[in-house]
């Protein structure tokens, strides 16, 4: 895997896991307790024996920036890295990134300097745990000038991705981006072609591109530099090379995938690695971990309280409230009578002391953590969110999507999602 260099897509402003992405690039929006989204796809690159990694982004990249200085640090003996490549002006080109493909396309002169084979391209929204070793070796294998990473899919979901048609030897011959309607119905195959029973075939009859590709160095070279114009990887570049006589081949992975790129999937793929017995996605894999920078916290501190199905990061202070169906990140606190179900509390990027708290409660302010008596169902509560006494958080209207960027929280999808920095008076209902 030395001839391989791993290229990371940031993304664009983040727009639909707005607002949780208003202070930070999407890669760095934090999940399950005490990561980073960043680290599913750095993790997935080191374990797989790949150790030099782009991640390309265009906005809010500060955060981004220290979370990676802090956590990957290679051996100077090596030719390891993690590097944050941001947007930037040139007298070739003065705009910000317009694609995914023109993302990598402004940064070619630095990826002809490395003497290697194949680009890995990788987004920074997925949560899944994959060995690229095998994919880049049926890459090899067919010689393939492009392999993508596919999944068979449903109805429901088909049109939100690219699809694929394949013939019998797994080369892509037909490929259409996020198609709806009757070009959507046009993109049905027999996935029996993949491995797939009669009967999983029939619930799900689409190929999915799941935005994971391999390239052959001259080729992305080629198709990029020959096709300025072409600014996206699944709308332009690849449909426009599997219809120009590339060997463009599909690869099956058959492990847990999960687009986290919306508000609902987010709050549905944290909540989903509380399930018993086995969630769909596990972070306790000895053999793969996911890493990210140690914080050399204390373990949590839980008085008096009752806690099921969840998740609690480290450094919490838990006192006499109730935890249901949850996950709590990080320097979560949690006070007297509260009641927290279905819920993320990503947690806090500091401590207040006991006297700093007293002192915000005598002057009628609110600390960071949860106040006392408050009852938060069904929300996402962003870093150092301070949530005052009596609120009840619990979308009592059942309303599905709202805007109150005055008043700290926007509703997606009937979720509840409290900015980061946020203050919630004592007494509020939502």
């Known amino acids: 895997m030395k001839k391989v260099l791993a290229i990371i897509l940031g993304g664009g402003a983040g727009t639909r896991l707005y607002p949780l992405t208003k202070l930070r690039a999407k890669p ?41 200085a802090r956590a990957y640090s290679f051996s100077g003996f090596s030719e390891g890295f993690v590097e944050v490549l941001a947007a930037q002006q040139t007298p070739e080109n003065p705009n910000w990134f317009q694609g995914t493909a023109d993302a990598v396309r402004q940064y070619l002169w630095l990826f002809d300097e490395w003497d290697i084979d194949e680009y890995l391209i ?28 596919v999944i068979p899919i449903d109805d429901r979901r088909a049109s939100d991705f690219g699809l694929m048609k394949i013939d019998d030897t797994g080369r892509v011959i037909d490929f259409s981006e996020k198609p709806k309607g009757e070009a959507l119905n046009q993109m049905r195959v027999e996935t029996t072609v993949l491995g797939l029973t009669p009967e999983q075939a029939e619930l799900q009859p689409y190929i999915a591109s799941m935005g994971i590709y391999v390239f052959k160095k001259e080729v992305l070279m080629n198709l990029l530099r020959e096709s300025a114009h072409r600014t996206d990887f699944g709308k332009e570049i690849i449909p426009d090379a599997a219809a120009n006589d590339h060997n463009v081949q599909a690869y099956l992975f058959n492990g847990y995938w999960e687009d986290i790129g919306t508000i609902e999937a987010f ?41 099921t199905q969840s998740i609690i990061g480290e450094g919490c202070i838990l006192k006499n409230c109730r935890i249901e169906h ?105």
Do not use: W
Not at 36 to 60: A, G, H, M
């Open 28 to 68: 760095a929006v934090p999940v399950a307790g005490k990561y980073r989204l960043i680290d599913i796809p750095v993790s997935n690159c080191i374990n797989s024996e790949i150790f030099k990694i782009y991640v390309l982004t265009q906005f809010n990249s500060a955060s981004l920036n220290r979370h990676i």
């Open 122 to 149: 990788l987004s920074g929204d997925h949560l899944y745990r994959m060995d690229y070793r095998l994919f880049i070796e049926r890459h090899r294998s067919t010689n393939a000038d492009i392999t993508l990473s």
């Open 267 to 307: 709050y549905h793929a944290n909540l989903g690695l509380t399930q018993q017995p086995l969630p769909p996605f596990s972070f306790y894999d000895e053999k793969s971990p996911i890493y990210t920078r140690p914080r050399y916290l204390p373990p949590s501190k839980i008085l008096d309280s009752q806690i």
């Open 326 to 430: 949850s996950v709590l990140g990080v320097r979560s606190r949690v006070d007297d009578g509260c009641f927290i179900e279905d819920t993320m509390i990503m947690g806090a990027d500091l401590y207040q002391n006991h006297t700093e708290r007293l002192g915000y409660l005598e002057k009628g302010e609110v600390p960071i953590g949860i106040g006392q008596r408050t009852k938060i169902r069904r929300a996402i509560i962003d870093k150092n969110a301070r949530i005052g006494q009596d609120v009840k958080i619990i979308n009592k209207d059942n309303v599905q999507e709202a805007e109150r960027e005055n008043l700290g929280f926007y509703i997606r999808s009937g979720i509840v999602v409290v900015f980061k920095n946020a203050i919630i008076p004592d007494g509020t209902v939502i």
